[in-house]
């Protein structure tokens, strides 16, 4: 039984955790604001512990908006797939298969060369069904563009 079939979006796409985005950055900049508030207006703490203070809030910041980069990007020559720390360009050529099964925290992306690569910009955390229709969409350009294929799990 195959999916139902996916419409292709118009390209350039780009897919991204959107609600988990906006509650990382702003429990980020509130917790920034709390913290430089409670260091400028605590009288017993010298200049440097007050910076100090300041550069962890901007620490605990800067953690926060790393884990909100996460993106999946399609153009009409292929994906960009941006995580934590790494952003990879591949043709759309080298994905065989995207894979989204029940229980795994992100996608999938099967590459020609025998790899996996994660991509964390479709992960259903907080938008499960928004999760899957990104996945479905996905592959299905990944299928119409390059070497997918159909055999692909349930999940999405």
């Known amino acids: 039984m195959s999916a139902p079939r996916t419409e292709l979006p118009t390209l350039p796409v780009t897919f991204r955790p ?4 906006v509650v990382l950055l702003s429990v ?13 207006t605590l009288e017993r703490l010298n200049p440097g512990e007050r910076a100090s203070f300041v550069f962890i809030a901007a620490l605990f910041f800067g ?3 790393l884990l909100s980069r996460p993106r999946v990007s399609a153009d009409d020559t292929g994906v960009t797939v941006v995580n934590l720390t790494r952003t990879r360009r591949l043709a759309w050529q080298e994905i065989l298969r995207v894979n989204l099964r029940s229980g795994d925290p992100w996608v999938f ?10 991509a964390l910009g479709i ?3 907080l938008a499960k069904e928004r999760a899957i229709r990104d996945a479905r969409a996905l592959r299905a350009l990944a299928e119409t563009r390059g070497a997918g294929s159909d055999d692909t799990a349930s999940g999405a």
Do not use: E, K, Y
């Open 63 to 65: 953690v926060l908006a």
């Open 123 to 125: 992960q259903p955390g």
């Open 18 to 21: 959107t609600l988990t985005r």
């Open 28 to 40: 980020g900049l509130a917790m920034f604001l709390v913290i430089t508030v409670v260091a400028l």
């Open 109 to 118: 992306l099967d590459l020609s060369d025998g790899t996996s690569l994660p």
